[in-house]
């Protein structure tokens, strides 16, 4: 970590956290990157990325080889955003990426429902590659009550369905959630789905509500919201998600999701597979850097076989 | 090595006690008519952190400076050596600065706060070579600029160091040792400068006035290169992208190749460098490089911004093209646009004006000028010759023309008797114009104009000799081919006499009522039409 050592000239100083860097989140890049490899392999510096990727850009800087164009949001501290997004360029000048980087500033929820940023800056999609590595929770809402995050990852879908772009979808959040009883009622809903698709989820779904850690109720939740705001559009990949310790102790939860655009006739509701994949997917909890694959000791959804995705996605997860 | 241990605070005691807070407003707004100029200040600054490294380094190629546009901000980087402690602290003084003249490119210690003229913050963030740490400063100019309004409206005043202090804010954070840079960032840039967010206008004023590199594609850009490092002893170039796109020094097309001359103190002619053998001997101080390229076309090359030629300091541009051409040309100042190049001051005591639109009144500018009218002189002679050598060609052009005419007319019969005389002198006028000119053209138009003057002798022997009659080659008389009688052959010659006194002068159109007239005879009385022919 680095930090603000002091200050002088007048204004007093604060402590000023530059760097992240911890081996779990180096693990969850790596494995990022492994799915940037496999789904763009034959587009290697052809791809195009936005994202929150903190000042010191570590992700941006790991994966510069695959990308020609960096779209990096950055709101900075209330009252001194600039020095943020300064460090944010300088990270950029040092490593010879400013050239290919635009800087959009603000907060990324605002600028994905403005389609620009603080200053007028348009969001130039489509995208290959979305990284929204929020500090918080996904769960947010506004002291009104609207679910402003989630209605900005549904204007980034549809203007990325409007250029016609898959693309993939990498996202971090950590467990403090302002629930508010979001996701036990999230988890209610697809119990309800599930019954009219035919299916009986309901010791499932208990296990999840029951369950001691959050993650196993987060990792049912952010799939199952991606794939609602994404459904008129999109058919979603998803892969399993990496729990893990991040810096100061918080508990952080990566997604990724694979989005491939449709015809609106195909996409639709989730269906009975996709449900059911989202419940029985496993997760990963990540330790010192190291990987390991949980179920969270609940039981699985049986619907028949398991998918030939879901297969093939455990395969390379595990590979 | 600035002594790092040494407090801030003691530079500001030592450099602020009579200045006071209004000054900031004069500098920040009057000092940058032209916005481009704050941008160019913090390049000069970039060249010289980067020149500096070089020379520590022993890398002589080292070194970048990228400039990024990123609304609201413009961003200025550079891998130069960077600014220890000391001198960020240093950075918020006015008119503080360690570099002395001819050292570096600025040294006034104003010009690295022009930003604050054009932006709401002035951020700077620089890590100097071998110290683990990087510095920020803030330099919140709207806040202090608002300031000194509501003090200016309370009549009141501030201690310069005391407005500085309270406006600005300097913090160390860890960085990685080997890292040496330094990053502008201008801060919101404001609504009256956005021309500085035009990226191709940038460009332009950057390939134009910044110490960067010939464009490649500009054919003698080797060998003007290789002048200026031999001969031009603070002539160096650093790398500059723009975005993205590397910027080089703009250049024309249509010239010939490039020429040079050396400007000294002392009163002897302009001395040109010839390939490896040096600068000569037994003179006092170069004053000025000067390099050009003349136009391979007649008159003034056209691009206007572009054309004539440039002062050059450190290899920053000083002043546009006309000052060169106002300060050196006494006679003929438009043959200055007749060139393209370049004039690098050599003479450390000549300094560029802080507007950079001039160099400042000494005696070194007063030598300066009074010695650089060597180079008006030469390009002037050259340019005359030039002329004269063009002039030349286009005379014996314009003879091989009437010759060749005449000719023509003679071999098909084409020729009235009535104008013989006028061909004959047309001929004799078109040979004179060319053996005036001859001594000033080249070889080659030489060679064709004396071919022309020989051709112009034979088609007068021709012509005087020539009075074919009914023939249809050479010279022929109407009044034979129609086989006038006496009395009409006579009313016809007081016709023609009468015409020929009219219209003497007008040789070509006395030619034409003669041939008119010939051809009116031959419709009514029929005859010889061999040398209607031509008409």
Known sequence: MLRLKNAWGGIKGGEVVRDTFTPNKQKVREMDMRLIERHFKDRKGDLRYLGLPASTMTDVLQWQDYFQHFSVVERGRAGEEYRYQHDLMLTAMQHGLADRLELLRGDMDEILLNGEDSFGNPIPYPFDVVSLDYSGGIIYKNDSGRARRAESIGSLFQEQAEKGQHFLLLVSCNLDNEDRGEIQAVLHDIERELEKLGVVADETIQAHLNHKLGEARLKVYVPYLVGRLSARWYQCEHFKPIYYEGNRGTRMMHFSVRLKRTAEYIAGRPSRQTLAHILNLPAFYCVDGELCQTDFGIPRIMIGVISELEEDEQNFALS | ?535
């Open chain 2, 1 to 535: 090595m600035t002594d790092l241990t040494r407090e801030p605070e003691e530079i500001v005691l030592q450099t602020e006690e009579y200045a006071y807070g209004f000054i900031i407003e004069v500098l920040t707004r009057g000092l940058y008519p032209n916005k481009f100029h704050v941008i160019r200040e913090y390049v000069q600054n970039s060249y010289d952190a980067i020149r500096t490294w070089r020379r520590r380094s022993g890398q002589p190629d080292y070194g970048r400076v990228h400039i990024n546009i990123s609304p609201p901000s413009i961003f200025i980087y550079d891998d130069g050596i960077g600014m220890d402690r000391a001198k960020i602290s240093q950075y918020r003084y006015v008119g503080y600065s360690e570099k002395r003249t001819g050292e570096g490119v600025g040294f006034r210690g104003i010009g690295k706060l022009s930003g604050i003229s054009v932006a709401e913050k002035l951020i700077v963030t620089s890590s100097p070579a071998g110290v683990a740490e990087r510095y920020k400063l803030v330099f919140d100019a709207n806040e202090m600029l608002a300031h000194i309004l509501t003090l200016k409206m309370d009549g009141k005043n501030i201690p310069l160091n005391e407005l500085i202090r309270s406006h600005t804010n300097i913090t160390t954070e860890d960085e990685e040792r080997g890292r040496h840079y330094t990053l502008v960032e201008l801060y919101k840039v404001q609504d009256d400068s956005k021309s500085l967010m035009d990226e191709d206008k940038l460009a332009e004023y950057l390939g134009m006035n910044v110490p960067v590199a010939f464009n490649p594609e500009f054919p003698y850009c080797t060998v003007i290169d290789a002048w200026l490092r031999e001969y031009v002893s603070d002539y160096d170039t650093v790398s500059l992208c723009l975005n993205g796109q590397h910027i080089f020094k703009p250049y024309l097309s249509d010239l010939k190749s490039p020429q040079n001359i050396f400007v000294w103190s002392d009163d002897g002619q302009p001395q040109q460098i010839d390939e490896g053998k040096g600068e000569g001997e037994s003179h006092s101080e170069p004053l000025s490089f000067c390099w050009y390229c003349e136009h391979t076309k007649k008159g003034q090359l056209g691009d206007r911004l572009r054309r004539g030629l440039f002062y050059r300091v450190k290899n920053f541009a000083v002043g546009t093209n006309q000052l060169p051409r106002i300060t050196l040309w006494r006679s003929s100042p438009e043959r200055s646009f007749y060139f393209f190049g370049e004039i690098h001051v050599c003479d450390p005591d000549v300094v560029p004006s802080s507007e950079r639109d001039n160099f400042e009144q000494n005696e070194a500018r007063d030598r300066l000028y009074e010695q650089g009218v060597q180079i008006s002189r030469t390009l002037n002679r050259i340019a005359g010759k030039s002329s004269a050598r063009r002039r030349a060609q286009e005379y014996v052009l314009r003879a091989e023309e009437v010759i060749g005419g005449v000719q023509g007319e003679l071999e098909n019969g084409q020729i009235p008797r009535e104008v013989k005389f006028d061909k004959m002198f047309a001929v004799r006028s078109a040979m004179e114009d060319v053996e005036k000119r001859l001594r000033d053209a080249s070889e080659e138009v030489k060679q064709r104009g004396e071919e022309v003057i020989e051709r112009g002798h034979q088609l007068i022997r021709q012509l005087d000799g020539a009075e074919a009659g009914e023939a249809t080659v050479g010279v022929y008389d109407i009044k034979q081919t129609l086989k006038l009688g006496p009395e009409a052959a006579h009313v016809y010659e007081i016709i023609v006499t009468c015409l020929k006194d009219e219209f003497g002068d007008e040789s070509e159109r006395y030619e034409r009522l003669v041939k008119r007239i010939h051809v009116a005879l031959e419709e009514r009385m029929g005859g010889n039409k061999g040398w209607r022919s031509g008409t």
